[in-house]
C-alpha cells in the first residue's frame, strides 16, 4: 500500500449490481493482491462531507467545472484513524487529495484541519458546514505488476440527521493510477461491457437526500446506476 498511495492520481469509475460481484473477482484473483487490515478485507469508512450554505462545491461538480474541491473528515474505522482530507480536482483530470490527522470527527474545522483548509484552499472554514456522512465498506485491491489500486465500495449509506438512506445492491469501483497503464480491471468491465463513468458519492448522496436540489446536469449518470441496479446481469458476449 505505502507503493499505492496515489495522492496525486486519475480515476475511473464504473459501477454494477451487487450479484456480479463474485464472478467478477474470481476473474481478477491472479492480477491482483486484497488489503488485510486484523483480518479484516471489507474495512468500514465514514466520511461527513462540507459545503457552503448553498452548496457551492456540488453545484461546481455540477456545472462540470474542470477545478473542484470536496472537503470531507473521513474515519477508517477497523483502523481507528481519522483524517480531515482536501480533495481537488484539476483542470487537467487528475486527483489530488492531501490530509493530516485528526483525533476525532466533529462539525467543525478547527487547528491542523483549518490550516490545511487555508493552505489548499480559498475556502473558509466559518463558511463550510456538515452537509452528510457518506458511509461505506470498501475492499481493497493493489495491483501485483504495476502502480495501481482499485477498490471495491458496498452497502452505501447517506445520512444527516433528519434522514437515513442505504443503497445496498450496487458496487461502486473506482481505478486509480499515478499514469495510464494496464489494468486487468478495466480490462474485464470492457469484456462485460460495464460502462465507464459514475456520479460523486457526495454528490449522490446529495440527489438522494435532498430531493429538490438541481440536478440535471448528473442524470445521464443517474440513468447509468438505475440501469446497473435494475437491467439485467451483463454477460460476456
Known amino acids: 500500500m505505502d507503493s499505492v498511495k496515489l495522492m496525486d492520481r486519475t480515476d475511473t469509475k464504473f459501477v454494477f449490481r451487487f450479484d456480479q460481484l463474485a464472478e467478477l473477482l474470481n476473474q481478477i484473483k491472479n492480477d491482483y493482491r486484497v488489503l488485510d487490515i486484523n483480518g479484516n478485507k471489507i474495512s468500514r469508512y465514514e466520511s461527513l462531507y462540507f459545503d457552503t450554505k448553498d452548496f457551492g462545491l456540488y453545484h461546481a461538480h455540477h456545472r462540470g467545472k474542470p477545478s473542484r474541491f470536496k472537503v470531507r473528515f473521513r474515519k477508517y474505522v477497523e483502523s481507528e484513524l481519522n483524517f480531515f482530507e482536501v480533495k481537488f480536482k484539476t483542470n487537467k483530470g487528475r486527483t489530488i487529495k492531501d490530509r493530516v490527522r485528526q483525533k476525532e470527527i466533529n462539525g467543525s474545522i478547527k487547528e491542523k484541519a483549518e490550516e490545511l483548509l487555508n493552505d489548499k484552499t480559498s475556502l473558509k472554514s466559518d463558511n463550510l458546514e456538515a452537509k452528510i456522512w457518506v458511509n461505506y465498506s470498501r475492499i481493497t485491491f493493489v495491483n501485483k505488476n504495476s502502480p495501481e489500486r482499485v477498490t471495491i465500495d458496498l452497502n452505501l449509506t447517506f445520512k ?54 438541481k440536478h440535471n446536469n448528473f442524470k445521464p449518470k443517474l440513468i447509468l446506476i438505475k440501469k446497473a441496479l435494475y437491467g439485467t446481469t451483463a454477460r460476456v458476449s
Open 160 to 213: 444527516n440527521e433528519q434522514q437515513n438512506k442505504t443503497i445496498d445492491n450496487i458496487v461502486i469501483a473506482e481505478v486509480k493510477q499515478d499514469k495510464e497503464v494496464k489494468s486487468a480491471f478495466i480490462k474485464l468491465m470492457k469484456k462485460y461491457h460495464i460502462r465507464q463513468g459514475a456520479i460523486s458519492k457526495y454528490c449522490f448522496g446529495i440527489v438522494n437526500l435532498f430531493g429538490t436540489i
